[in-house]
Every structure is written in C-alpha cells, then in structure tokens.
Nanobody
Framework: QVQLVESGGGLVQAGGSLRLSCAAS????????LGWFRQAPGKEREFVAT????????IYADSVKGRFTISRDNARNTVDLQMNSLKPEDTALYYC????????????WGQGTQVTVSS
C-alpha cells in the first residue's frame, strides 16, 4: 500500500498563489507517475497535472496550463503543485494521486486538501 498526505490548502484571493504538497509513504517503489486531481462541489473529479518518475514529462489540464507547476522530489517522496494566478473556478478539493507501475492506473489517493479562491 501507498499512503498519500496532502497539505497546503487554504483560502486565497483571486490572483493569489498557493503551494500544495503531498508526502508519499509505504510501497512507493510500486508507483511511477504522481499527479493532482480536483473536485468542485457538484462536479466530477477532474485531472489537473501529472509528472513522470524522473520528471521526464509533465502534463497539465488546459484550464491550469501556464498558471500551475507540478514538481517532485524523489529523495523525499513528495510532489508539489505551485498554483499562481488563482481564479474562483479553481476552488475545489485537491487530491494527490500515485500511479501504479504495473497497472498504469491512478490507484492511490490522498484525503484531499481544500483550496478556496475568493473573488
């Protein structure tokens, strides 16, 4: 099993910045890509960003491209999401996720951290 714990959420005004962090523990060697998803009230969970094992690739949702940056530190087993120029529509519960190396599915999930952007 892999455990993921997010931190760094909060309340910020539109145009502001937040940095989310996620710490992984357990059988982290069984995972490769790490990512972030989010879920706003009344909406389905949606993809935000992902990063490969060595940082060789990063993929972003169109809605956050140019504003959010994902990064990882394999020595500390962490993945961060730097969020700039935040908009009210970025308000959501943000989840950290890890992809299983064998199945290539996002199998492991954190509990989520709330991000609220006021207008």
């Amino acid at each position: 099993q892999v455990q993921l714990v997010e931190s760094g959420g909060g309340l910020v005004q539109a145009g502001g910045s937040l940095r989310l962090s996620c710490a992984a523990s357990g059988r982290t060697f069984s995972t490769d890509a790490l990512g972030w998803f989010r879920q706003a009230p009344g909406k389905e969970r949606e993809f935000v960003a992902t990063i490969g094992w060595s940082g060789s690739f990063t993929i972003y949702a169109d809605s956050v491209k140019g504003r959010f940056t994902i990064s990882r530190d394999n020595a500390r087993n962490t993945v961060d999401l730097q969020m700039n120029s935040l908009k009210p529509e970025d308000t959501a519960l943000y989840y950290c996720t890890a992809r299983d190396r064998a199945t290539l599915e996002y199998t492991y999930w954190g509990q989520g951290t709330q991000v609220t952007v006021s207008s």
